[in-house]
């Protein structure tokens, strides 16, 4: 079967292609389709053309996920965007941005991949740091572009492989989830460098036996006490991670 599909942006040079088609008829029922992102259809040959509207609604939970993203945002200390980049039509992508509360200026409607990409490395020229997050085919440039990208687990395998990041459920709440794990990670990171470095700047100068004019020693034996149980700390502040609970999230879900 020889069958032809396409867009809006294609309409033209399917009703050039297939003159017999009752174009007309298919174009005024589009016009009632709001928020749709219209398919067309028809087969070379014949008379026979359809038209499909296709809705994706805002998951449930990505207006609160959303709302919690921008307040706490790095501790309210920076400045955080929200932006909706879609390749639906302007009245899909403006009924997705409403439900998030994004404004007109930061939404981007119709885009191919490669207008994804541009979308966020123009951002990344004005000096913004960007996250990217997505879950589809034409999503993979942009992820690639972004300087962290997440890629929604039940999503392409594509989008999957050009992601830094990949969320294992399909909640968008795990964004929240991901991000206070981050926070976590980083506070243990510091508190084990904070005690290692403490540690060794206090022990080291009195294993050498800097301390000796003042009758401060420490054997060799208690030196190397002293080294291990650092490292066991050490390791016992990154094992902490384990009974990490996202309070967020859960908050939210």
Not at 70 to 89: F, H, I, M, P, Q
Not at 204 to 231: D, E, F, Q, R, V
């Given at each position: 079967v020889?069958?032809?599909?396409g867009?809006?942006?294609?309409?033209?040079?399917?009703?050039?292609?297939?003159?017999?088609?009752a174009w007309?008829?298919?174009?005024?029922?589009?016009?009632n389709?709001?928020?749709?992102?219209?398919?067309?259809?028809?087969?070379?040959?014949?008379?026979?053309?359809?038209?499909?509207a296709?809705?994706?609604?805002?998951?449930?939970?990505?207006?609160?996920?959303?709302?919690a993203a921008?307040?706490?945002a790095?501790?309210?200390s920076r400045l955080?965007?929200?932006?909706?980049?879609?390749?639906d039509?302007?009245?899909?992508?403006?009924i997705?941005?409403?439900?998030?509360?994004?404004?007109a200026?930061?939404?981007?409607a119709?885009?191919?991949?490669?207008?994804?990409?541009?979308?966020?490395?123009?951002?990344?020229?004005?000096?913004l740091?960007?996250?990217?997050?997505?879950?589809?085919?034409?999503?993979?440039?942009?992820?690639?572009?972004?300087?962290?990208?997440?890629?929604?687990?039940?999503?392409?395998?594509?989008?999957?492989?050009?992601?830094?990041?990949?969320?294992?459920?399909?909640s968008l709440?795990?964004?929240?989830?991901?991000?206070e794990?981050?926070?976590?990670?980083?506070?243990t990171?510091l508190?084990?460098?904070?005690?290692?470095?403490g540690?060794?700047?206090?022990?080291?100068?009195?294993?050498?036996?800097?301390?000796?004019?003042?009758?401060?020693?420490?054997?060799?034996?208690?030196?190397?006490?002293?080294?291990?149980g650092?490292s066991l700390?050490?390791?016992?502040?990154?094992l902490l991670?384990?009974?990490?609970r996202?309070?967020?999230?859960e908050?939210?879900?």
């Amino acid at each position: 079967v020889d069958l032809h599909a396409g867009g809006m942006a294609m309409l033209s040079d399917l009703e050039r292609d297939h003159p017999r088609a009752a174009w007309p008829l298919l174009r005024a029922w589009a016009k009632n389709q709001l928020g749709a992102t219209l398919v067309f259809a028809a087969m070379r040959g014949g008379e026979v053309a359809a038209a499909l509207a296709l809705r994706d609604p805002v998951r449930a939970e990505a207006p609160e996920a959303a709302a919690a993203a921008l307040v706490k945002a790095y501790g309210g200390s920076r400045l955080c965007e929200l932006w909706v980049c879609t390749g639906d039509n302007l009245a899909a992508a403006t009924i997705a941005a409403g439900a998030l509360a994004v404004p007109a200026s930061r939404t981007r409607a119709g885009q191919r991949p490669e207008d994804k990409r541009e979308v966020v490395a123009s951002l990344q020229r004005g000096g913004l740091e960007v996250i990217m997050v997505g879950d589809g085919l034409n999503d993979a440039p942009a992820l690639a572009q972004a300087d962290l990208g997440i890629a929604i687990g039940a999503g392409a395998d594509l989008a999957c492989d050009a992601a830094g990041v990949v969320l294992c459920r399909s909640s968008l709440l795990d964004l929240l989830a991901f991000r206070e794990l981050c926070t976590a990670t980083r506070r243990t990171i510091l508190r084990n460098f904070v005690w290692a470095f403490g540690f060794n700047i206090v022990g080291l100068p009195l294993a050498a036996g800097c301390g000796y004019p003042w009758g401060i020693s420490i054997s060799p034996m208690l030196a190397g006490m002293a080294m291990a149980g650092s490292s066991l700390l050490v390791v016992s502040s990154s094992l902490l991670l384990q009974r990490f609970r996202p309070s967020l999230a859960e908050s939210l879900g």
